[in-house]
């Protein structure tokens, strides 16, 4: 089975970085995701990483190390439309999801 | 990007009638789809996976006799719901997996269920 851990909630400040990580167990791996949720609304894809390192795509970053179980996402220059849930999730063999609890990020003015 | 649409995206029904939610990709043809479940200030919690033509497998806890699922293309997927009571109440989410690139998975926007 899988035992996905990421902080309740965080809060931050508008312009500020925050990192919001992700420890996971795994008995199958076929990658590690980050999902940006609104409440109300399905799930969209953030980033994924299947090899140790980091991923940087425009203002969101992410890290993962597999001996470590270990993975995070980085957000920069935050903005308010940036407080949403944000959902680590782990492939598993058969592809399907594995999803933490989500993070609940509130960015503050 | 590849879209897949969920029908409805809203259904009030009373407890004790049956509930069907069509999952379709729309411009691919989806090898294996997903369905998920995310009752309120949870997260999504995966029900089963359905591949085109077979039997869905169903997660640990899922009763495949009250969730059925029908994947009878490779297009669309559909989950019934039977006898729906107050607490089966929750945002049902499908996902679609393309044969390449095999990590990629598309949601859909939800279908939001309340049982009365």
């Known amino acids: 089975g899988q035992n996905i851990d990421q902080p309740t909630e965080m809060t931050a400040t508008e312009g500020a970085i925050v990192q919001i990580n992700c420890t996971y167990q795994?008995?199958?791996?076929?990658?590690l995701f980050w999902y940006q949720q609104h409440a109300g609304e399905a799930p969209t894809f953030l980033s994924y990483?299947?090899?140790?390192g980091l991923e940087e795509k425009g203002r969101f970053s992410s890290f993962l190390s597999r001996s470590k179980g270990y993975s995070y996402l980085l957000l920069k220059e935050l903005q308010m439309k940036d407080s949403a849930s944000y959902l680590c999730a782990v492939m598993d063999s058969g592809y399907a999801l594995n999803f933490g609890k989500g993070t609940s990020l509130l960015v503050t003015p | 990007g590849a879209v897949v649409s969920q029908h409805p995206s809203w259904v009030i029904c009373k407890s004790g009638t049956s509930v069907k939610i069509e999952c379709r990709s729309l411009d691919f043809q989806a090898t294996t789809m997903f369905w998920y479940r995310q009752f309120p200030k949870q997260s999504l919690m995966l029900m089963a996976t359905?591949?085109?033509?077979?039997?869905?497998?169903?997660e640990q806890g899922v009763e495949k006799d009250k969730f059925l699922i029908n994947h009878a293309s490779l297009t669309l997927s559909t989950l019934t719901v039977t006898s729906a009571h107050p607490e089966d109440s929750s945002f049902y989410i499908c996902?679609?997996?393309?044969?390449?690139?095999?990590?990629?998975?598309?949601f859909g926007p939800g279908t939001r269920l309340l049982v009365l």
């Open positions: 990483n299947v090899l140790d």
């Open positions: 795994t008995s199958g791996f076929n990658g």
């Open positions: 359905s591949n085109e033509g077979s039997k869905a497998t169903y």
């Open positions: 996902s679609a997996r393309a044969a390449e690139p095999q990590e990629t998975q598309y």
